[in-house]
């Protein structure tokens, strides 16, 4: 089984900066990785996928970048709906393969 | 504009079976590009993805519950279903419903005790 490794924990940041977080695979997933964000009592949301391609709806602040076994999420200029729970996950080989997610990035308030 | 609604029983008996029903609208469950599946979040932790399954073909487990789990579909009614077996407070957790692994449900919140 992939394991994702997610840094840091959690992260503080104050509103209108930049955030940074990072995503690593045990091995190589290629560019089958997706981030999720998800708010208290909300289901996940999709907000990357391919590893850099935005999903629908979702704004331009957020980018991402790398491919196997490193990965970035930047958040350009934190809004206040931005903070959350960030995860990715990988989705290489799926299936017969397993998806298997990182233990999350907290983003609070600085 | 695709829907997922899960439900069943918020509460299982330790050793029962935790089953739950996914009900899709706004898409057809049959269309041979989708796959649908169940991911499972306990409170105050990560996600835990359960098993899909592929119209085009395939229902796949992880690994680690495999032995309890079944996904099955009913094409007449839009919807598709898990069933997890000999439940413990381990299995407590908000269930969703999942499309492609990318759009959720709402979830449902499944708690195990007697």
């Known amino acids: 089984e992939i394991v994702m490794t997610q840094s840091p924990a959690t992260l503080s940041v104050s509103p209108g900066e930049r955030a940074t977080l990072s995503c690593r695979a045990s091995q190589s997933v290629s560019s089958n990785l997706a981030w999720f964000q998800q708010k208290p009592g909300q289901a996940p949301r999709l907000l990357i996928y391919g590893a850099s391609t935005r999903a629908t709806g979702i704004p331009a602040r957020f980018s991402g970048s790398g491919s196997g076994t490193e990965f970035t999420l930047t958040i350009s200029s934190l809004q206040s709906e931005d903070f959350a729970v960030y995860y990715c996950?990988?989705?290489?080989?799926?299936?017969?393969?397993?998806?298997?997610f990182g233990g999350g990035t907290k983003v609070e308030i600085k | 504009q695709l829907q997922l609604q899960e439900s069943g029983p918020g509460l299982v008996k330790p050793s029962e079976t935790l089953s739950l029903i996914c009900t899709v609208s706004?898409?057809?469950?049959?269309?041979?590009?989708?796959?649908w599946g169940w991911i499972r979040q306990p409170p105050g932790k990560g996600l835990e993805w359960i098993g899909s399954f592929f119209y085009s073909g395939g229902t796949y487990y992880n690994p680690s519950l495999k032995s309890r789990v079944t996904i099955f579909v009913d094409t007449s009614k839009n919807q598709f279903s898990l069933k997890l077996s000999s439940v413990t407070a381990a299995d407590t957790a908000v269930y969703y419903c999942a499309h492609k692994g990318d759009f959720w449900g709402q979830g449902t919140l499944v708690t195990v005790s007697s």
């Open positions: 996950r990988q989705s290489n080989n799926w299936p017969p393969g397993p998806l298997t």
């Open positions: 706004g898409g057809s469950i049959s269309s041979s590009s989708n796959s």
